[in-house]
């Protein structure tokens, strides 16, 4: 192969921009010297570093107060498990949290001594100030105890899972916070969904996928932790920068395939195209339009009447007759059938004494596609209710 340029090629001798000088530009560590590109390969921090900044612009934070990691359960794992809670500390959690997360409440409340959950139960529909009552009631019923305990911390979703819930993430977080608990928004369905202002909002803890609604690569998302608490938040497996800072500390934890991260610049890009606003007006429309029609098709309703509490996901009743169907108990017969025989998939789950599915509204979908979805859950639903006595 042959090069040629006009001006003289760096050489070993003379360098010129390549050598030591960027070493720093690279992610490994400082005590350590790459030779090994013929397995593992490495890409410039600046890569990394508009990553974070294009993400912090999306949430209206600093870049530095971000780690990306892969998912937000890696991100309440990597919070929970990091913070120091003492004997008599609670975790207040709603009972429609995701089971990742909730479990991982689970999983601290087993190990860390003498912690306990606070769990409020709640059933949609909901308005938010009957929420806000709810979990506030809690707060007051555990202070009543008055034994010593404290709600150290609270994780609330932004946007629930199942059913998928607009929470008044802002009235809660105000609330807790004036009750001295810190807040810690599961916001996994919010980045691409909603539009996101942490510091209008100001929690102490943030995780957002990036690979629900951004459109980036699964396997990325977003973690936030407020200044005044990095020194105590790590990473799970712990880096060689342990200690130095926290952006430096979720910068390089060892070899990791870091492509799904590096996706996130091309899927923000990709949305610049067509507008933030125009992206989530037309979805959020979608899915209030589509969830009616579909609601009239199967002859129910909407879970949730209330347009602010629906984003880009929609709850339609099932009518099925029988909710002890093993069909229906089943983890995956629902999930199975939809794919198998029809090409399509939607959750479907029990919430209370009926049983939902969730829609999710998307700029590649037309109402037309709710309507083939709606004969197509009419046609499941009509045949197992005909095994119903």
Not at 59 to 74: F, G, K, Q, W
Request: contains cysteine.
């Amino acid at each position: 192969m042959t090069i040629t340029t006009t001006g003289a090629l760096p050489t070993p001798a003379n360098p010129g921009p390549f050598g030591h000088k960027l070493r720093s530009q690279f992610l490994f560590p400082e005590n350590y010297t790459q030779f090994n590109h013929g397995s593992f390969g490495l890409f410039p921090k600046v890569e990394m570093a508009k990553v974070r900044g294009q993400v912090a612009e999306l949430l209206h934070v600093d870049a530095d107060d971000l780690a990306l990691v892969e998912n937000t359960t890696v991100g309440v794992n990597t919070v929970l498990r990091s913070f120091k809670f003492a004997p008599g500390d609670r975790i207040l959690r709603l009972s429609t949290g995701y089971v990742n997360v909730n479990k991982t409440v689970d999983f601290v409340c087993d190990h860390a001594q003498e912690v306990k959950l606070v769990e409020v139960p709640i059933t949609f529909p909901l308005t938010d100030k009957e929420m806000v009552d709810a979990v506030e009631k809690a707060i007051l019923h555990h202070q009543s105890l008055k034994d010593g305990s404290r709600i150290r911390m609270a994780v609330i979703d932004w946007i629930s899972s199942v059913p998928s819930i607009v929470q008044p993430v802002k009235q809660l977080t105000e609330l807790l916070k004036s009750y001295g608990i810190l807040v810690y928004i599961d916001g996994a369905h919010t980045l691409g969904q909603i539009p996101v202002d942490l510091t209008d909002l100001d929690p102490d803890f943030y995780i957002g996928n990036c690979h629900k609604w951004l459109f980036s690569v699964r396997g990325s998302a977003a973690l936030y932790v407020k200044k005044k608490h990095q020194h105590l938040i790590h990473p799970i497996a712990i880096p060689s920068d342990y200690k130095v800072n926290f952006a430096s500390e979720f910068s390089y934890i060892g070899a990791q395939d870091f492509a799904s991260l590096l996706s996130i610049s091309s899927a923000i890009e990709f949305r610049k195209q067509f507008g933030e606003e125009a992206i989530i007006h037309y979805s959020h429309q979608l899915a209030l339009e589509g969830g009616q029609l579909m609601a009239k098709i199967l002859g129910t309703n909407v879970l949730t009447p209330d347009d602010h509490q629906v984003a880009n996901m929609v709850n339609v009743r099932l009518p099925f007759k029988d909710l002890s169907n093993p069909k229906l108990t089943s983890s995956s017969y629902l999930m199975n059938l939809q794919m198998d025989k029809y090409g399509i998939f939607t959750p479907s789950f029990r919430h209370g004494d009926h049983f939902y599915m969730r829609l999710s509204a998307q700029i590649y979908l037309e109402l037309s596609d709710f309507v083939r979805l709606g004969n197509i859950w009419k046609e499941i639903v009509d045949d197992i209710n005909a095994e119903s006595p």
